[in-house]
């Protein structure tokens, strides 16, 4: 049912995607149109850089909040430049449904 999943970034990320074998990638343009459509095709995930995640943070945000259900999960991923230098999306989401931190914090 939503076995979908779909990446919204910049060319070079969507190539790499495309390689890695996900079919569904998008630009930037129309983003809260897409986000929408998306949801209402039954993606269960959504890969968006955190470049154009920054860049359109008010769409993203209204978009979450406004979701009929959990589905489908957003989740900003770096580009192919690398980090932002935020905290690791995905590691967040793993502590907080498992409750233990995967990551080592080297200092």
């Known amino acids: 049912m939503f076995e979908k999943i779909a990446v919204i970034g910049d060319d070079i990320t969507n190539t790499g995607f495309k390689l890695g074998g996900i079919g569904y990638t998008f630009g930037e343009e129309n983003l809260k149109e897409r986000l929408y459509d998306l949801e209402k095709d039954n993606f269960g995930i959504i890969f968006i850089t955190e470049q154009i ?55």
């Open 53 to 107: 995640e920054e860049r359109n943070r008010a769409i993203v945000e209204d978009f979450k909040k406004s979701k009929r259900g959990v589905l489908p999960l957003v989740i900003e991923i770096p580009d192919y430049k690398g980090p932002m230098g935020k905290k690791d999306t995905i590691s967040m989401l793993i502590k907080r449904a498992i409750g233990v931190d995967l990551v080592k914090n080297e200092e």
